[in-house]
């Protein structure tokens, strides 16, 4: 049993954070895991991603290779597309539909949906609006892992764990918001998968 | 035993606090700094009083845990792979003069220059000062070489350098902890001359060190993290160093490689597994992420031709390793996804939304239009993002403080004005020399120092010069009535324009300081202040 995921998204996005989500239930549940993370330069509104590697068995190698990934859990759409050489054919590709338009040359949405709709797999969901009608409006990235949920191989009470360790000691308004969320994002994918 | 989920270097962290170090000294810089972070953070080392505050340099750095070593106690001193450039006058010597307390030295490689300005491979500088090295290939070895590392020092009686590349340094994954080892008390060294490199002592302790490296590369033989791994098929040889390891036994998902192989994690290279690998296999292959240094000791200049790796081409001669690139050398076919759509635009990083910089950068763009372009050096720091459009406002970035001294060396060959950028804590770390090499010849160059008040592209350290640039600046000998403090704010624009132009028409040393905080580290201390 494994999980190989990349996170994708544009620094400042909260990838790190779904990624932390995702450690902390895999060490609960007594799982190997690597992750590889993006600090530094590219954290500045630059594109960044996070090799995330989740095993019953010993990994050996921090970074996944090509062709190999399960999951590729984008927070913004066009970043879901620059680490398609990496998917598997069977693989999913997870990801938010609300732009981060920070380049002069960003492509027209409807041109990046087009693209996501080729790949066989694929789920794609406005995040943003899904955590604002719950009133998590900055939990949209606790929304995806919640739609990406069903791909990982890993309880679904294990990830609510980690969302409530994660957040617990900012209090338990904060908790509740980032439970609602992963929660709607699983509600989302399990109606629409 | 207790588990924890720890960064590369995070582990090394917590290897050195319960390895008994008493003090780390640093200078932020990608991929190292969460090390010193993590001890700045850690409830343990704060009950057991470890020194972690930030230093102005590297090379303040390490002389400061070279000076708690000669004190007897544990020190570590950590930084980025050009970080070491700028310590390493005193790490060379370091090993000439030898340790008293353990001293590790962490300097933290950044192949494939994802926050770097090159891929220099820090190997060959322990090489060059003729020290151990050890490089880690997990989280776990990297937690264990740091914790064992003092010993290890003290053992030998040298600086031991812990060498590791950015993957390992990012990558989070469970470590097991060892009970913790309590601190050395001061003792000062037996033989008091010991740290004194006159020649007469010097030639004196370069031939203990020369003679140590049979010693070193007996320890290398011995090391545990020193493996020869036996396989069936003799055709190919393969010698994986650090990391290496972990994309060589990727390409085999049931763990098996049937080839034989060296795994090092300790230098100088073993030479009992090496001799063995060459002799017993048709082929080797050499896997090391970084230059190609054991590969070209293997070749030797002659060219062995039964070596392979980053010189023949089997490898890529420069760049990170990854699984695939291994896969490709050792002849396994490799799958690859769907490719990425031409729509898929780069997204280069850039300077934050509201950062001072930004502003720093309009206003000197205005105020230099009338003037030929070319003229702006800068270097090291979020404000290199300058270099990007839409401000394309800087001419240089070579390393930290060169900004001040290359505009020197524009203006002394007639490219009059030369304006330099320079941030706060990068005009502390390497800059402040320069500024007295400008003043001592009253050059006209008009430096601006934009200070967020922090260190801002590792993340937002302290900075050293806070609150004090105006001060140092006239304490250096620049004229107080050429140094500017400006607020780098839309409303200001036009009269900071008007300051600049000023300064750039002034024959001599001009300072202008524009004072903002950062952003980031802004919303950071309004949400603590939030929380309570």
């Known amino acids: 049993m494994k999980t190989d995921i990349i996170l994708a998204g544009v620094g400042g996005q909260g990838i790190i954070s779904i990624a932390a989500t995702i450690g902390t239930a895999a060490l609960d549940e007594g799982l190997y895991f690597k992750q590889a993370e993006v600090h530094g330069m590219s954290q500045r509104g630059g594109a960044v991603h996070s090799h995330f590697r989740l095993s019953d068995v010993l990994i050996a190698s921090d970074l996944i290779p090509m062709g190999a990934v399960d999951v590729i859990l984008s927070v913004e759409p066009m970043e879901s597309l620059r680490y398609l050489p990496y998917l598997h054919k069977k693989g999913w590709l997870v990801t938010n539909t609300r732009p981060f338009n920070n380049i002069a040359n960003y492509p027209e949405t409807t041109e990046i949906l087009a693209e996501i709709n080729k790949i066989p797999n694929h789920l794609a969901l406005d995040a943003d609006a899904i955590a604002g009608q719950i009133g998590s409006s900055r939990s949209s990235n606790i929304v995806m892992l919640g739609a990406a949920s069903p791909f990982i191989n890993i309880e679904f009470s294990a990830l609510e764990n980690g969302v409530r360790k994660m957040f617990e000691s900012k209090g338990e308004p904060i908790v509740l918001a980032n439970l609602n969320a992963l929660r709607a994002g699983r509600k989302f994918a399990e109606e629409n998968k | ?532």
């Open chain 2, 1 to 532: 035993m207790q588990k924890l989920l720890l960064l590369g270097d995070e582990a090394i962290a917590q290897g050195a606090i319960d390895g008994g170090m008493s003090g780390i000294y640093s200078y932020p810089g990608t991929p190292s700094t969460e090390i010193t972070e993590y001890v700045q953070n850690s409830q343990q080392a704060e009950n057991r009083n470890i020194f972690c505050n930030w230093a102005t340099n590297e090379k303040t750095a390490y002389e400061t845990a070279l000076g708690m070593s000669y004190a007897g106690k544990r020190a570590m001193s950590c930084m980025k792979h050009v970080g070491l450039n700028v310590a390493s006058d005193a790490f060379i010597n370091s090993a000439v003069t030898g340790v008293n307390g353990g001293l590790l030295l962490v300097s933290a490689d950044d192949p494939s220059m994802h926050s770097s300005q090159n891929e220099q491979d820090s190997r060959f500088y322990g090489k060059f000062a003729l020290i151990p090295i050890l490089e880690p290939s997990s989280q776990q070895e990297a937690y264990e070489m740091a914790f064992s590392g003092f010993e290890f020092s003290e053992k030998y009686k040298v600086p031991v350098m812990i060498r590791i590349t950015t993957r390992l340094a990012h990558s989070r994954s469970s470590v097991e902890i060892k009970d913790t080892k309590p601190q050395n008390n001061v003792s000062l060294p037996a033989n008091k001359t010991q740290f004194v490199l006159l020649p007469s002592i010097a030639r004196k302790q370069y031939k203990d060190l020369l003679n140590k490296q049979t010693v070193f590369e007996e320890a290398s033989n011995n090391s545990a993290f020193n493996q020869y791994l036996d396989g069936f098929n003799k055709r190919l040889g393969v010698i994986a160093c650090g990391i290496a390891y972990n994309y060589l036994l990727e390409n085999y998902p049931d763990r098996i490689i049937p080839f034989p192989v060296v795994k090092i994690g300790q230098y100088p290279i073993p030479r009992n597994h090496i001799e063995r690998i060459c002799k017993d296999c048709d082929e080797v292959l050499v896997l090391e992420d970084g230059y190609p240094i054991v590969e070209e000791q293997l070749k030797g200049f002659l060219g062995n031709k039964k070596i392979k790796g980053r010189l023949d081409g089997t490898i890529p001669r420069d760049g990170e390793l990854n699984p695939n690139l291994v896969g490709i050398a050792l002849g396994i076919k490799q799958s690859y996804g769907q490719p990425v759509p031409e729509i898929v635009k780069n997204r280069p990083p850039s300077m934050c939304l509201g950062c001072s910089h930004i502003d720093v950068y309009h206003a000197i763009n205005e105020a230099l239009k009338e003037y030929t372009p070319g003229r702006v050096f800068s270097d090291i720091g979020c404000y290199t993002l300058g270099a990007y459009a839409p401000f394309n406002a800087i001419n240089s970035c070579v390393d930290m403080g060169a900004s001040i001294t290359m505009a020197k060396g524009a203006a002394d060959a007639g490219l009059v004005p030369a304006v330099c950028m320079i941030g706060d804590s990068t005009f502390t770390h390497s800059g402040m020399t320069g500024l007295l090499d400008l003043v001592r010849n009253n050059t006209p160059v008009t430096v601006v120092i934009s200070d967020n008040k922090t260190t801002g592209m590792t993340g937002g350290q302290d900075s050293s010069g806070t609150d004090k640039l105006d001060k140092i600046c006239i304490g250096l000998g620049v004229d107080p009535s050429h140094v500017r403090i400006i607020t780098p704010l839309k409303k200001f624009h036009e009269e900071n324009v008007r300051i600049i132009k000023e300064e750039l028409v002034y024959n001599g040393v001009s300072v202008i300081i524009p004072q903002r905080e950062c952003v980031q580290t802004l919303t950071r201390k309004n949400r603590e202040k939030f929380k309570k």
